[in-house]
């Protein structure tokens, strides 16, 4: 099987420097942010922006969108956090992660909102997951610690669907899965042996994809058995990209998957057949890639956002589907 | 013969016996016994003239004994009778009957014939001595009886004599002499004629053969013959074979007819350009003819010879060699001879008495050293017996001046000795014996080619040339000669040879995996991976023990090309089959090795060596690659032991491990922390044991490029000198003069290593040469050069390294675009490799830097924007060392306190922002201010201007109103006037006035219009060229053009164009210009 994606769209006005994460939020906006500093909101018809912050210090390295696409979570490479309100378009919060006047604190690298609103995670390079306030009265106050026993840097972080669990992938590319609940770890994964990079929910929760720079992409079966077991682990080793595959998204009806990888190449992969079903030529490094959340038409693939090394924003939708 | 009286029906001769009694011999009807004659004729005592007539008579009979018996009992007579004057012409007879019988005798006996046995038959030799003897009986008698010595008859002996004992010059010498009397002599004709023929003065030679023909049409032997073989010599085939048919008409009983016709046919069977049917049928004639010849006169060599080679190529052996073993016996040419013994050797060589074929073809080589065949045969046996250099050396002679014969098998056959290996020749020999190969194939392939190149130009060319060039090995031998030199001309001849393969249908699978790796090498890795499966499934078709060897490598090549084309499933799977089938596959486990170490899975990886290393400890490959794991692994203690064992047990003297070691030595010293005077002692001795094994690397392989590369950077860092602290620190000048010229001297090398080394780390290299030269944009350069194009801009430390020489560059330049660049890749390195806390402490520092740069320079050179940016940036930076001062970590890649030095710097500098900010900004608004006045003032005069233009304007518009109505009033005057003069009707007068200024009009519009008429006149001109006015008219010609420069060349055209008014027709441009660059060279000074 073969499935082709057109370039549906591309943004106007690129970012002065790399996309480094991106998204595609509930209501059909994107938004990325950049190593240029900047974090943009676009409108998925016109590839206009939207909304836009003036330029951090540092460059942005993390991005996370509420399920509702009301708020946008982002983390620079410094560690300063900020809560965006897509609508409003103010900061809700913001916090200097790094400042170390605050007891045991550490800089986030990743962050993640949490589905259900009221906090969000950030990794550390520690190897463990912070549990931060995301009220805006009380943001970047640091609610729980979540430690991996490891002291590896958190490359990627992200809440189950139903916010539930947490997942966090390391430097050396082991994967841990968290219980938030009980604060416990439940699952580690050392499929990879080289830095996972990015990892992706399906919707249900029961797979995790994860991103490596041993050019792979591996799905893990994550759910947990009725005695509290963990799933049976590597179920699909998914191969084809030649260099570190950055990011990685499963797509909302959980059939497919979208990659990104510093091959300059975005690949579509079919999860049940576990083989690549397209392959994009891009001009650089794809930093990030993020599937449309809205549920597709019936018998469209879908569609998707990716951004990468030129900064330019790009729309991807199945061909074959109206647009 | 005046005695002998002829009746005039038969033949007869008359004996007269006691003079009474005649008895008649029928000459027609000879018994052919003559002793009943040869008491007749003793009893009537008869004259000279009977005996040689009847001796002649039965001779020509054949009855070659009873002649000699004659002429011997006639001898006996004349003595007898005392008449022995008279005997010469008897001699004559004798030595003639004696070279007739010579001619059928063999030149030599070969003692161990085997078929063609002539133990105790005399050989020519014997005959001709006889003859000789007679000869001078003869002549003896012929002085004793007073008569003299000479007459015809003795010089013709003479000569015949002297023709058959090859004493040519003597024998010409006696023809000449015989023609001298009698110029029409036949017999002396036709030996002159064979002499000539013999010296190659073919249409001399031809002629005297006709000249016979014409004296007497039916003279035996034939000079048909002799004819033919002149027109066949000069070239003239069908009239030669004219000639022979003639000849076997006219004497069909003679073989020479035949056996040339013989010959003509089989030659004629070899022309490719004709039809098989008819090569086949001259075949057949040409065998038919040969063989007639042949039984016509069994003592013939030639015929024999020809004979031979038709069995040769039968395979009746025995009767071949029976005829070679005839052809050598017989032989009186030296070509001739050469042909029997290598027939003989060829027949032997067949049979395989290969010792006896070798004596052959030594005696064929000996007597002619350029003969093709022989020396090829004589290699041959040669190589059977193993004496490769005796077989060099003979077909060496052969090939090489003096006159060296162009033979394409010869050469071929040559090369290919060459390019194989003997024992007990030095290496170097053999590189040497290599290129002698390689140049012999170039030689032989341009042969062929032109052979090819004749042969599609329809000229008939040769099958062997063909042949050659199809044989399939001879092009493999090729692509293996040039395999270290040139990969272009390997791949060449591996296709040359696929080709043939290909034809013949059966490919052979280790072309296809030649031709495969070659590809893959070239990186073509997906033509690569089609030869490999093709050469695999080829190789699966054999079946047998070899082709399960060869598919083993075949797949082992093509798990390397999906390997290297990123499809690491089917490389796994292809590895674990070979190991599976062969568990000792050590390349195999170490592509398996790599693979996991590709994953970052080191345990699994050196599991897997161990194994390897267990089954073949000596395999250096093996070893080199476990080193590089160490290495890589970051074990390099255990990497340092392994590879001193390497060199101490298996070879010392193997490159890749004295690189490895100079490597280790090297690292190991440089990172020693040990400052004790012991740790620096030891660091010193680490340092030049590093460079001694490159330096020993280099010795053994002067192009080892890493050895090179590792010296370069031993130089570079002067790490036997500062480095390693032996030399006492000087003064600071002279350091960084060392420096420089340290730098210098390694780039000289890295320059080098990167013509043969594609890597990034010769890049990286150059860049910090460049970097401790303070050559910054050339350190940037090299650096990116690595970045890009090897690392894909992953390389954390290459990163790094650009944002340290465009920190060096924006400090040197005061440059902020600067400082943000070396930022950008800060961030970028910080981005691939997010716990590198080192990375953030230079962000902080390249964020305040840059500020404290704007801070330093004149406001008129930075802007608000920037400072303002600057300003928070570095604010920015503040909190960071905050951060980095207060890091609780255990290990931190920097100083704590520097950090919080920082920070507190950074306050104290920051205060000054918002005095810096009020200055810039007042600065800008005072330039700001200049600005808008300058761009009033510029505004003001352009209004200005305006006005002044717009008041000219206006003036211009009033005078020409002004101007048309004067001109109006006027022209109302003169119609005024008019009417009053004339009388003529109203509108008549209108429709003048209105024509009158039309036609003014159209002269006065002058311009475009007024150029025509010019133009045309030079049209005419170009024309009319012989008018009387011509001058005038290419003057005004050339003024219109306008050229001054051209002036010169016009008046000289004048005079030529007189000159040559008469050649001057229509090309009248063309000549203009000849003169016109002429007119500034040559004419100048002709005038």
């Avoid at chain 2, 000249?211 to 000079?223: E, F, I």
């Avoid at chain 2, 009746?316 to 050797?345: C, M, V, W």
């Amino acid at each position: 099987m073969s499935l082709a994606f057109l370039n549906a769209l591309e943004c106007t006005e690129p970012h002065a420097d790399a996309i480094w994460d991106i998204a595609w939020t509930a209501n059909d906006t994107a938004v990325s942010v950049s190593a240029d500093g900047t974090v943009k909101q676009w409108d998925s018809t016109s590839g206009q922006i939207s909304k836009s912050r003036p330029p951090h210090t540092l460059a942005i390295v993390s991005l996370s969108v509420s399920p509702d696409g009301r708020h946008a979570l982002y983390n620079s490479l410094d560690g300063t956090t900020c809560l965006w309100d897509l609508q409003d378009d103010n900061i809700l919060g913001q916090h200097a992660s790094y400042d170390r006047a605050v007891e045991g604190a550490e800089p986030s690298w990743s962050v993640s909102l949490n589905p259900k609103g009221g906090t969000y995670a950030g990794t550390s390079g520690s190897g463990n997951v912070n549990i931060y306030s995301a009220n805006p009265d009380s943001f970047g106050s640091r609610q729980l610690v979540l430690s991996s026993g490891r002291n590896k840097h958190g490359m990627d972080c992200k809440y189950s669907p139903d916010g539930s669990r947490i997942a966090l992938a390391t430097e050396t590319g082991q994967v841990f899965i968290f219980e938030l609940e009980s604060g416990t770890l439940t699952s580690t994964y050392s499929t990879h042996a080289m830095a996972v990079r990015s990892l992706s929910w399906s919707a249900d929760g029961q797979l995790l994809l994860t991103a490596s720079e041993d050019k792979r992409l591996i799905l893990h079966d994550v759910r947990s058995g009725p005695s509290g077991k963990p799933g049976s682990g590597a179920v699909a080793t998914l191969t084809g990209h030649s260099s570190w595959v950055l990011s990685t998204d499963i797509s909302p009806d959980g059939r497919l998957a979208v990659s990104g990888s510093a091959d300059k190449t975005i690949k579509v992969w079919d999860l049940a057949a576990r083989t690549a079903v397209s392959t994009i030529q891009d001009s650089g490094e794809v930093w990030a890639v993020a599937w449309r959340p809205k549920p597709s038409a019936t018998g469209s693939a879908g569609a998707f956002v990716s951004g990468g090394e030129d900064g330019r924003v790009r729309w991807w939708r199945s061909a074959g589907a109206g647009s | 013969m005046e005695d002998a009286a002829t009746s005039s029906g038969g033949r007869s001769i008359d004996i007269e016996l006691g003079g009474q009694e005649v008895i008649t011999i029928d000459l027609d009807n000879l018994d052919p016994n003559p002793e009943d004659v040869l008491d007749l004729l003793k009893e009537g005592q008869c004259r000279v003239s009977v005996w040689t007539r009847l001796a002649g008579e039965y001779w020509r009979r054949g009855y070659l004994a009873a002649a000699e018996r004659i002429a011997q009992a006639a001898i006996e007579s004349l003595q007898a009778n005392g008449a022995t004057a008279s005997s010469p012409p008897i001699y004559a007879l004798l030595a003639n009957i004696q070279i007739a019988l010579a001619q059928k005798a063999p030149k030599v006996v070969l003692g161990d014939a085997r078929e063609d046995k002539l133990a105790g038959e005399r050989t020519k030799e014997e005959y001709y001595k006889e003859a000789a003897q007679y000869l001078n009986s003869g002549e003896r008698a012929a002085a004793e009886g007073g008569e003299g010595v000479g007459g015809t008859l003795a010089f013709l002996t003479r000569g015949i004599q002297q023709l058959a004992t090859r004493s040519m010059d003597d024998a010409l010498r006696s023809f000449e002499g015989v023609l001298a009397v009698k110029p029409t002599n036949l017999v002396a004709l036709l030996g002159k004629a064979r002499i000539l023929y013999a010296r190659r003065s073919y249409p001399q030679a031809l002629k005297l053969f006709q000249n016979v023909l014409q004296l007497n049409p039916s003279c035996l032997p034939d000079p048909r013959i002799g004819i033919g073989l002149c027109l066949w010599a000069m070239d003239h085939k069908a009239k030669a074979k004219a000639a022979w048919q003639r000849s076997l008409e006219v004497n069909p009983s003679q073989w020479p007819a035949q056996l040339l016709l013989g010959l003509e046919s089989i030659n004629a069977s070899k022309a490719e350009n004709q039809p098989e049917a008819i090569r086949a049928q001259s075949f057949l004639a040409g065998t038919k003819f040969i063989e007639k010849a042949f039984n016509a006169n069994q003592k013939s060599a030639a015929a024999a010879n020809a004979l031979c080679e038709l069995f040769l190529r039968k395979g009746s052996y025995k009767r071949a060699l029976k005829l070679a073993e005839r052809t050598i016996q017989f032989a009186d040419t030296l070509t001739l001879l050469t042909e029997g013994y290598l027939r003989a050797a060829r027949v032997l060589h067949a049979e395989g008495s290969l010792a006896q074929a070798t004596k052959y073809y030594t005696l064929a080589t000996e007597g002619q050293p350029k003969h093709v065949m022989g020396a090829i045969g004589l290699a041959q046996m040669q190589m059977q017996n193993d004496e490769m250099a005796a077989a060099i050396h003979t077909l060496d002679t052969l090939i090489q001046p003096p006159n060296p014969q162009r033979s394409v098998e010869a050469t071929v056959m040559l090369a290919s000795l060459r390019a194989h290996p003997r024992p007990g020749v030095s290496s170097s020999d053999v590189t040497q014996e290599k290129a002698k190969a390689r140049e012999l194939f170039d030689r032989a392939s341009k042969t062929l080619e032109l052979e090819d190149t004749r042969a599609t130009n329809g000229h008939t060319g040769r099958a062997v040339a063909h042949h050659i060039n199809e044989d399939m090995d001879m092009h493999a031998e090729i692509a293996r000669l040039w395999q270290d030199e040139s990969l272009e001309r390997t791949s060449r001849a591996l296709k040359e040879a696929l080709r043939i393969s290909e034809a013949s249908e059966r490919v052979d699978p280790r072309l296809l995996n030649n031709l495969g790796a070659l590809q893959h090498m070239e990186g073509n890795l997906e033509q690569a991976r089609v030869m490999y499966e093709g050469a695999l499934t080829k190789a699966a078709g054999l079946g047998s023990e070899v082709g399960e060897g060869m598919s083993t490598s075949i797949l082992y090549n093509l798990a390397r090309v999906y390997e290297d084309s990123g499809d690491t499933v089917m490389a796994k799977e292809a590895y674990d089959k070979l190991v599976a089938r062969h568990p000792e596959y050590v390349d195999a486990k170490i592509r398996q090795a790599q693979m996991l170490a590709n994953l970052n899975q080191s345990n699994e990886a050196h599991e897997l060596l161990k194994q390897a290393l267990a089954s073949q400890n000596s395999n250096l490959n093996l070893r080199a690659f476990y080193t590089y794991f160490l290495i890589q692994s970051n074990l390099p203690k255990p990497a340092k032991d392994f590879v001193f064992a390497t060199l101490k047990d298996h070879d010392k003297y193997d490159v890749y491990s004295l690189c490895a070691a100079g490597w280790i030595m090297y690292h190991q010293s440089r990172e020693s922390r040990d400052s004790s005077s012991k740790g620096m002692e030891e660091r010193k001795r680490g340092f030049q044991r590093s460079a001694e094994f490159y330096d020993k690397a280099l010795q053994l392989d002067p192009l080892c490029a890493v050895a090179a590369q590792g010296l370069a950077i031993v130089t570079a860092e002067d790490a036997l000198g500062t480095l390693s602290g032996s030399v006492p620190p000087s003064s600071a000048a002279d350091e960084a003069q060392r420096r420089l010229k340290n730098a210098r001297d390694a780039l000289d090398v890295f320059a080098k290593i990167r013509e043969s080394l594609s890597d990034g780390s010769v890049y990286v290299n150059m860049g910090h040469c460049y970097y401790a030269r303070d050559e910054f944009d050339r350190a940037i350069e090299s650096y990116e050069t690595a970045s890009l194009r090897f690392y894909d801009g992953h390389n954390v430390s290459v990163l790094l390294c650009l944002c340290r020489s465009w920190y060096a560059k924006a400090n040197k330049e005061q440059s902020f675009a600067g400082m943000r660049t070396s930022l950008k890749y800060a961030e970028m390195a910080l981005h691939i490799q997010p716990n590198d806390k080192a990375v953030m402490y230079n962000i902080a520092m390249i964020q305040q830097k840059a500020a404290e740069l704007l801070f330093g320079i004149n406001p008129t050179k930075r802007s608000l924007k920037d400072l303002e940016w600057a300003i928070s940036q570095a604010g920015h930076a503040q909190r960071l060392f905050g951060s980095l001062a207060a890091d609780q970590s255990p290990l931190v890649p920097y100083s704590r306190e520097i950090a919080d030095q920082r920070r507190k710097y950074g306050e104290s500098m920051l205060r000054r922002g918002d005095e810096h900010l009020a200055t810039q900004k007042q600065v800008e608004a005072e330039a700001q201010a200049k600005l808008d006045a300058a761009r009033r003032k510029r505004q003001e005069e352009k209004e200005r201007l305006q006005a002044l233009e717009h008041e000219r304007m206006e003036e211009l518009r009033k005078q020409a109103e002004k101007l048309a109505e004067e001109r109006r009033i006027a022209r109302e005057q003169a119609l005024e006037w008019t009417r009053e003069v004339q009388m003529e009707s109203d509108e008549e007068r209108e429709r003048k006035s209105k024509r009158a200024p039309k036609k003014v009009k159209v002269e006065g519009e002058s311009g475009d219009e007024g150029a025509e008429p010019k133009k045309k006149r030079r049209g005419k001109l170009k024309k009319a060229n012989d008018q009387a006015d011509e001058n005038g008219q290419l003057f005004s010609d050339e003024e219109a053009d306008s050229k001054p420069a051209k002036k010169r060349g016009v008046k000289k055209r004048v005079v030529r164009d007189d000159d040559d008014q008469e050649a001057a027709g229509g090309p009248r441009k063309k000549h203009f210009k000849s003169k016109e660059i002429l007119s500034d060279t040559d004419d100048e000074e002709m005038s």
